[in-house]
Structures are given as C-alpha cells and as structure tokens.
C-alpha cells in the first residue's frame, strides 16, 4: 500500500482554501442581474463553497452557489452536465434543475473580493434532510430504488472526465494510509486493517468491475425527504463528489451512511434488495460489496478526524457522519468481508 499522501494533498485545495464571506445583498445583485430573479438570501450550510438559498415572492426558490476559489471549471463544467444528462432522462428522479442565465451560461465568471469566482444557479428542493427523518423499512426501500434509478439515469453519461484525485474517491483509499496517525489510537488498528483489506481488492477482482460515472455521496445530508412522509424522497442534491468509478461503489457509500444505526443492519438489506431490483448486480459487485464498505466507513473516520483537528471552527459541520461511519465499522469488526457477501447474496436470493 502506498503511502505517500502528496497525490490526495494535490487536488484537495478546494478543502483547505478559505471561502471569502459574500453578503446576501451582493448575492442578490447576483439573482437579479445575471438571471433576472428577484429574492431574498440566506446562508445554506456547506464544506468547500458557498451557498445560498434565494427566496422568491413567486412559489419557485433557487440555489446560488459560488465556488471556492480553488475550484476547477472543467469539474463545475463536470457537475452541471450531468444534471443537463438527467433532466432529459424519463426517469422519476426528484433533482435540482440548473438554470442558465439570461446569456445562456451556466457557469458565470464573477470578480468578487479580487478573486475569481465561478457562480451557478439551481432549482430549490423541498423537503427535509434525511438525517432529521424517522427511519422505516420503506424509506430504505425507496432510497434504495431511488439510488439504483440515478445510477441508471448515467449509465450513458460518457462526458470528457475530469482528471483529480478526489479525497471521498473510495479508489484513491490506499492513500489515506498516511493521515491514520491523524486517528485516536484506539481505532488505527480498525481502520488500518480496511485500508489493508481494501489495496488486496484494488490490485485484484476490482479492476474488472463495470464502471460509469456515479454520484458518490448519497448521504443523508443530500437526501430530502417529505416531512409528512419519510419514505417519500423529494429530493437528491449536491453532485459535488461524482467520479467515474465502479458502479457498486455508489452502493458501498449508500450504505455506509446506514449500517451504523440500531437498525442498520436490517436497513442495509432493505437498500440493497430495492437497488438490485431496480438495477441487477452481478455476484463480483457483491463479493466486492462488503471490502468497500469497511473501506468507505474507515475513510470517514479518517478524513474527519483529521480534518476536525486541522479546522476546530467547523469541528461540529466535518464530524457530522463520524458518529454513524464509527458505529457502523464498530458493528463489521467481528465479521469477514466473506461472511458479509456470503450474506448479502443469501439476501438478494431471497427475492427470487
């Protein structure tokens, strides 16, 4: 396993630069000049850019995000082509809209605080975030079908991929080997045994895996739902994290966010028998399937761990999936990634 961390330290400026502080009046100079809709903002919470919401008078709310300085356009060029693929797909998925602005663009170029900062605007989603919901067997079986519809929805999105070396990639994981000492001691042994795990699986079955271009981070925080019906999902956003990868690490991520509750085991199973109905896996994706989970859930307690000591202003917002990412890898200690897949095919067999 490597070790070196300089290929993941490359390409996360994005993480590590400062955002500059736009007011809500420049922001709103922004609606109205560039796209002609007049609204009041407000500061939506986010990692690496910043967002707002624009509030209409007219029943139709808006997202404006600016990007971080350091953000590349041919990767914001890469997001906003896949909701264009999307849109024109017949397919019942609730996602954001981006909107040109009265020249036609989608990405603007605008000087702000003597920085060069790209702007985008989408269409608001109602609903609540998925964390905030009540969970049930039927929510996990429509987020799991909601999944498996998106990554249908890409499966002919063959774009000119961007290259970089995304930090939340599960197949640049390997790399992470060197930000483990970053880990309470407690735990390095755990997650260095799922990065162990997972280069034995990158140097072997993985490389045959059907790949296509995935969403990456279907988590709870991107996820809305109706809040009078939590296993109704309104809404799937933030096509930050999306790479070209194998297709079944769209489901590891999925279910990382899941496996960690008390009923987590239960609820993983749901998710994974709505994905397979929708979209078939092939018995490889499931041998594969129980690897990358562990490897998905130690990289969430590796980056966060480290990234919470490195910016203690935004502790509480970076470890907001450490406590579900940490139960979750607790909860597999004791079980080999065979016995999961043997498992989890026991399961996909049940619906035969």
Known sequence: MSSTSEPIQQNQNALNVEVGKTSHATVEAIAFDHFGITGRALTLSSERDETFLIQTDTGSDYVLKIANPAERTDILEFQTQALIHLAAKALPLPLPRAVPSKNGEMLLALPLA????????????????????RRSFEQMDALGKMLALLGKGLADFRPQVPQQTLLWDICNAAALIAFVP????????????????FDKLANGAMRTLRRQVIHNDFNPHNILVSETDPAMVTGVIDFGDMVEAPLINDLAVALSYQIGAESGLDDAVAMLQAYHRVRPLDPLEITCLPTLLRTRLAMTVIITEWRAALYPDNRDYILRNHPIALAGLTRLVDHTDADLGAFFRQKIGDLS
């Open 114 to 133: 003597d920085k060069r900062r790209t702007a985008r605007l989408l269409t608001f989603l109602d609903g609540q975030q998925l964390y905030k919901a």
């Open 182 to 197: 970053h880990v309470e001691p407690l735990r390095q042994t755990m997650v260095s045994h799922a990065l162990e795990s």
